[in-house]
């Protein structure tokens, strides 16, 4: 079956950095577009980035614009997220999803698989 497993959340001070990894299994992973979304206690599941297929194209959400930089290696099935200048309003449990129709559309609700979340928490 499908697997989507994040990995690389902790604890971080502001200004900091950490890489997230998704690694992925049981779908071709070269063709879906791939995006990490995050999901604070009470709010809802908010968008980051995503990546296209091939990696050509990206996108971002303001918030971490300039900040954030999402990467992909179709030979290891791996999507990377790397988080740097981190602030507190970073801290969320970051999930990372797949989209088969690579559109990288913000929408949480267009996405075919999610992974389990790993949390980030940003010490002010």
């Known amino acids: 079956q499908v697997q989507l497993v994040e990995s690389g959340g902790g604890l971080v001070q502001t200004g900091g950095s950490l890489r997230l990894s998704c690694a992925a299994s049981?779908?071709?992973?070269?063709?879906?577009?791939m995006a990490w979304f995050r999901q604070a206690p009470g709010k809802e599941r908010e968008f980051v980035g995503g990546i296209s297929r091939s990696g050509g194209s990206t996108r971002y959400a303001d918030s971490v614009k300039g900040r954030f930089t999402i990467s992909r290696d179709n030979a290891k099935n791996t999507v990377y997220l790397q988080m740097t200048s981190l602030k507190p309003e970073d801290t969320a449990v970051y999930f990372c999803?797949?989209?088969?129709?690579?559109?990288?559309?913000?929408?949480?609700?267009?996405?075919?698989?999610w992974g389990q979340g790993t949390q980030v928490t940003v010490s002010s």
């Open positions: 999803g797949a989209e088969i129709r690579n559109t990288l559309t913000p929408d949480a609700g267009e996405y075919d698989y």
């Open positions: 049981g779908l071709t992973f070269s063709i879906y577009a």
